[in-house]
């Protein structure tokens, strides 16, 4: 899947999202994971340059379907995280526990 459908605004390669409460060192940001990013049927609409692909909410919910917010499951790609310690970020640098 293109990552330009989940609109993030931070790309990390990992084997995993980061679990809630995590602390993450890239360089010298570091970053607390909140909660898993529920998604809707946006990342499967056709966006600018990406046809329309309705196979993107339905493989969500089928393989990274995660209790959030005690409400029961929803089908979760990515995390939401405060920045503890702002600075600039370099691609490229190694992500870390803090």
């Not at 990342?43 to 029961?72: I, N």
């Amino acid at each position: 899947m293109a990552a330009d459908r989940f609109r993030p605004n931070l790309v990390i390669t990992a084997d995993a999202d980061p679990e809630p409460g995590a602390e993450l060192r890239i360089g010298d940001v570091v970053l607390r994971v909140l909660f898993r990013t529920p998604r809707c049927v946006v990342p499967g609409l056709g966006q600018t340059g990406l046809p329309a692909d309705p196979a993107v909410l339905r493989t969500l919910a089928r393989h990274y379907r995660v209790r959030v917010f005690g409400d029961g499951k929803a089908a979760c790609f990515g995390v939401y995280a405060d920045v503890l310690q702002p600075g600039h970020l370099k691609l490229g640098t190694p992500v870390a526990p803090a």
